[in-house]
């Protein structure tokens, strides 16, 4: 491997250490996220990575943290190389002020896909970019996640023997992992090219998953406290069909499981939920899920909970207010809490 990837240096951690060193951080996340929502700071993480590395299921483990108002996840994979914009796709979803925003790809993999010829101009691109951002108050925290040839074969082969995921694995994936020394170096060139002083590149070893998710948990917490210290940065009506009136008298609230049941249900469920996700994006199935209720009634704690199994690459997370439609296809709704000025919706 090249000097910045480096096998040797992978944190490996036991589930207790993992559990142990992580839990407080998650606390500390949702504590920043709600001290950047009311300061009015816009934060942008960026994810890349090799395939398989683990960017999915960090990301999913970061949103568990979240709250699921407050937040949007992006996935801006298979940039069109043709579109004479090609960064517009990213500054429609940039945040807004008070916005906590992921992008599982980005403008890097633009560069990554262009012509030997094009990438510096890219990179060049990239910085601007990024420059203009971060004077205008934004907070960038980048990170990119690889993992070595061998333990990316063993990713590849376990998704493709699973039904559920075995779709994710392409011919290009295997053609990737046999050009591995060669796409670890133009991921090198790119990183060295646009690794900037307001939004420096995070290298995390992804060869242990657990070692990773805490790795990404520390680097995030300990860059926005620093930062968020230091810097300041009307639709048609829907025409819906009848339905039986229904009263909120004939809600059951007596309803209650012990603990042992709860876990033992709910983890039968998630595992439900993975699968038929998979299933219907395979079917090509659009699935709207929509949340009201009382305040305080849980709803963002059931929608954690509801997407923690889901891979988010296949969703898309944003707020339904009283008097805003839904615009895009494949949507999961949160509720319309206090993060009303969400440009996701």
């Given at each position: 491997?090249?000097?910045i990837?480096?096998?040797?240096?992978?944190?490996?951690?036991?589930?207790?250490?993992?559990?142990?060193?992580?839990?407080?951080?998650?606390?500390?996340?949702?504590?920043?996220?709600?001290?950047a929502?009311?300061?009015?700071?816009?934060?942008?993480?960026i994810?890349e990575?090799?395939?398989?590395?683990?960017?999915?299921?960090?990301i999913?483990?970061?949103?568990?943290?979240?709250?699921?108002?407050?937040y949007k996840?992006?996935?801006?994979?298979?940039?069109?190389?043709?579109?004479?914009?090609i960064?517009?796709?990213?500054?429609?979803n940039?945040?807004?002020?008070?916005?906590?925003?992921?992008?599982?790809?980005s403008?890097?993999?633009c560069?990554?896909n262009?012509?030997?010829?094009q990438?510096?101009?890219?990179?060049?691109?990239?910085?601007?970019?990024?420059?203009?951002?971060t004077?205008?108050?934004?907070?960038?925290?980048?990170?990119f996640?690889?993992?070595?040839?061998?333990?990316?074969?063993?990713?590849f082969?376990e998704?493709?023997s699973?039904?559920?995921t075995?779709?994710?694995v392409k011919?290009?994936?295997?053609e990737k992992?046999?050009n591995?020394?060669k796409?670890?170096?133009?991921?090198?060139?790119?990183?060295?090219?646009?690794?900037?002083i307001?939004?420096?590149?995070?290298?995390?070893c992804?060869?242990?998953?657990?070692?990773?998710?805490?790795?990404v948990?520390?680097?995030?917490?300990?860059n926005?406290?620093?930062?968020?210290?230091?810097e300041?940065?009307?639709p048609e009506?829907?025409?819906?069909?009848?339905?039986?009136?229904?009263?909120?008298?004939?809600?059951?609230?007596?309803k209650?499981?012990?603990?042992?049941e709860y876990?033992?249900?709910?983890?039968?469920?998630?595992?439900?939920?993975?699968?038929?996700?998979?299933?219907?994006?395979?079917?090509?199935?659009?699935?709207?899920?929509?949340?009201?209720?009382?305040?305080a009634?849980?709803?963002?704690?059931?929608?954690?909970?509801l997407?923690?199994p889901?891979?988010?690459?296949?969703?898309?997370l944003?707020?339904?207010?009283?008097?805003?439609?839904?615009?895009?296809k494949?949507i999961?709704?949160?509720?319309s809490?206090d993060?009303?000025?969400?440009?996701?919706?």
């Open positions: 491997m090249s000097d990837f480096q096998k040797d240096v992978c944190l490996k951690l036991k589930k207790s250490e993992y559990k142990s060193m992580v839990d407080p951080l998650k606390l500390k996340l949702g504590e920043i996220q709600r001290k929502k009311n300061d009015g700071v816009p934060i942008l993480i994810f990575g090799l395939d398989a590395s683990g960017k999915g299921a960090t999913n483990e970061l949103l568990l943290s979240l709250d699921p108002r407050g996840v992006v996935n801006n994979d298979y940039p069109s190389m043709k579109d004479k914009f960064f517009r796709k990213y500054w429609e940039l945040p807004g002020k008070g916005e906590f925003h992921i992008f599982d790809r403008w890097h993999y560069a990554f262009s012509g030997s010829d990438v510096t101009r890219r990179c060049n691109e990239i910085n601007e970019t990024e420059k203009m951002l004077e205008s108050g934004v907070i960038i925290v980048k990170f996640l690889y993992i070595d040839k061998k333990e990316q074969k063993k990713r082969q998704a493709e699973d039904p559920a075995a779709w994710k011919p290009e994936d295997w992992n046999r591995y020394k796409i670890l170096n133009q991921w090198e060139n790119i990183i060295t090219q646009t690794n900037n307001n939004c420096e590149w995070n290298i995390i992804s060869n242990s998953l657990r070692g990773a998710r805490a790795e948990y520390r680097v995030l917490v300990e926005l406290n620093i930062r968020l210290e230091n300041l940065p009307e009506n829907l025409s819906l069909p009848y339905r039986k009136p229904f009263s909120l008298k004939e809600v059951n609230l007596e209650k499981l012990s603990s042992k876990k033992e249900k709910v983890s039968k469920l998630q595992d439900k939920i993975f699968r038929l996700q998979h299933e219907l994006h395979i079917k090509k199935v659009p699935v709207v899920i929509a949340y009201e209720g009382w305040d009634g849980g709803k963002g704690g059931n929608i954690r909970r997407v923690e889901m891979d988010h690459v296949l969703m898309m944003s707020l339904l207010q009283h008097q805003m439609i839904m615009r895009e494949n999961i709704s949160g509720d809490g993060f009303s000025q969400s440009r996701g919706i």
